[in-house]
């Protein structure tokens, strides 16, 4: 295996492949949550996102984590000999690994299911059991091309595998809905589903890897690779299992809470998948602010060794502006436009307010995500990682009591809560480490008035829209049409006030994934100004 040496034209060029698969993978991801509520309503939506976290996080942790950790071990291995005994002890622990979890899973299915309240989970738990033992390859796999900057493959099998799970999950569902199928059979079905896509990328990368040359295997210090493996893969995913963290915790702690207020069985399931309903909308609304801000982290990388660093600081300023910026506007939007968009997306306007409540915590992510990735790049991944466990501690101790005494809105303000202690503590410790500004007082100033715009014109057009303008259409249908005319109008102002100001500079704009459009408005808006 010869390791490519490559240029920062064709490493950017490979981050902006796997950016582009990653927004397309994250809206697969959010999107098919929608139909799938539509098909098994908010009691079959509970069931899946009871069981779903234990398996994401471990989804999240090998083929993120565990492939960004063997990439760096394999770019810094002296030749190709040494790589491949880095790829063998790899595999090894990964499937020593996933084999402990996938026994843990089984064995313990009936107690974890039990603990949730719900002893029905645990055929579920089982059968997603078995995806852990294909997730070492996938790692493994990923690794391999991510070290060389070959992104292609991986971006192939990210779409194949998430297309594939989709594609599945629905058509099952759907066929299994009209056959009469019980609920927690058809969530047995979406454990199926997210297998067959595993295994589908699995074959895709492996086909890839089958292409190259083969050479010998040096031995290399097994324990000194697990040592690495282990810590590299924690800190680069722990900011993006946060929120699988946070849904975990839900599982074991929401319904049983709510059955403890003495709210009935079904119910309590019922006001869960409600509850439930904020992690598609919160996943689409942290899109553009992680996506579009971790895109630019390979600038900060490339930079950080310049004039001892200096020479990242301004990319580092964009990169949590451009973070703050989207995440604020995807914050304030939602919050404003959230009923129309719960009928919309899920058929009623239940829980709107406890969905209004989780949207704040998109505004805290679009913080978190960006600081954690620039910390970790930076070599700084103890204090972040402690910082993330501290804000899981918080949401562990308060949600229970929250929800006892406001319900579902309860959870919601714990999460809120925990992320934004995380954020604010993020912040101080990042300004330790750099003493500059990360965005000027005008900057906050300019989004605040352009939130501010947005309320201004949207809360009178949502309420002639709802009460006047679409009153005559069904009331999902009503909701449709005043969402989208509220998100493109809100969407405009944002724009317009954010581009009239110019906080951002032309240049600015043009290092962002599709910003070249957005320098060109704003050339146009400012080309009076002198």
């Known amino acids: ?65 565990f492939a960004v950790a063997v990439s760096k071990l394999l770019a810094e291995s002296k030749s190709p000999g040494a790589s491949r005994g880095i790829l063998r002890v790899s595999l090894v622990y990964l ?71 989709v594609v599945i999950v629905l058509a099952g569902t759907w066929l299994a809905v009209r056959a009469g199928t019980s609920l927690y059979k058809i969530g047995e079905i979406t454990m199926w589903a997210a297998i067959a896509g595993e295994v589908v990328g699995v074959l895709l990368l492996t086909w890839f890897f089958l292409q190259r040359e083969r050479v010998p295997v040096d031995r290399v210090h097994p324990w000194l690779v697990v040592k690495d493996l282990t810590k590299i893969s924690v800190s680069v995913s722990a900011s993006s299992l946060i929120l699988l963290v946070f849904q975990l915790v839900d599982s074991f702690t929401l319904y049983n809470a709510l059955i403890q207020t003495g709210i009935a069985s079904e119910t309590a399931m019922e006001m869960k998948g409600v509850y439930d309903r904020g992690q598609p909308i919160a996943q689409m609304g942290i899109l553009l602010a992680s996506t579009l801000a971790l895109a630019i982290v390979p600038l900060i990388a490339h930079h950080s ?94 949600t229970p009591v929250f929800v006892q005494q406001y319900g579902i809105e309860g959870a919601a303000t714990s999460g809120a809560i925990a992320l934004a202690a995380v954020a604010v503590l993020l912040t101080l410790y990042f300004k330790r480490l750099w003493k500059f500004p990360l965005a000027s007082s005008r900057f906050y100033a300019v989004l605040l008035g352009a939130g501010a715009a947005m309320a201004a014109v949207l809360i009178p057009w949502m309420l002639v829209s709802d009460l006047w303008l679409f009153d005559g259409l069904s009331s999902r249908w009503g909701a449709t049409f005043t969402a989208i005319t509220a998100v493109v109008i809100g969407a405009i102002i944002f724009l317009f006030v954010v581009l009239k100001s110019r906080i951002m500079n032309e240049r600015e704009w043009y290092l962002l994934p599709f910003g070249k459009r957005l320098a060109m408005v704003q050339l146009w808006l400012t080309k009076n100004r002198r």
Not at 20 to 40: C, D, E, G, M, T
Not at 47 to 54: G, S, T
Not at 96 to 101: D, E, G, H, N, V
Request: aromatic share 12%.
């Open 305 to 398: 060794s310049k004039r001892e660093g200096r020479g990242a600081l301004p990319f580092i300023s964009l990169t949590f502006r451009t973070s703050i910026l989207f995440g604020w506007a995807a914050t304030v939007g939602l919050v404003l436009v959230l009923p129309f968009i719960n009928e919309m997306l899920f058929e009623t306007r239940s829980g709107s307010v406890a969905l209004i409540i989780f949207c704040f915590q998109i505004l805290w992510l679009s913080i978190i995500l960006p600081l954690t990735a620039i910390l970790q790049g930076s070599g700084k991944v103890r204090v972040p990682l402690l910082l993330l466990l501290l804000g899981v501690l918080i949401k562990l101790a308060t």
């Open 95 to 165: 499937f020593i690994l996933s084999t402990m979890i996938f026994l843990l899973l089984r064995a313990g299915s009936s107690f974890f299911a039990n603990m949730m309240g719900d002893g029905a989970l645990a055929p579920i738990l089982q059968t997603g059991a078995y995806i852990v033992l294909v997730l070492p390859f996938l790692a493994v796999l990923k690794g391999v091309f991510q070290s060389e900057g070959y992104m292609i493959p991986i971006a192939i099998s990210n779409v194949s595998e998430q297309l594939f799970r």
């Open 1 to 65: 295996m010869a390791l490519t040496k490559w240029n920062m034209k064709s490493f950017m060029k490979g981050a902006s492949i796997l950016t582009i698969a990653a927004i397309i993978v994250k809206v697969l991801s959010a999107v098919y949550r929608v139909p799938f509520q539509n098909l098994v309503g908010d009691k079959g939506f509970y069931i899946y996102q009871q069981v779903y976290p234990f398996i994401g996080i471990f989804i999240v942790w090998t083929s993120s984590g």
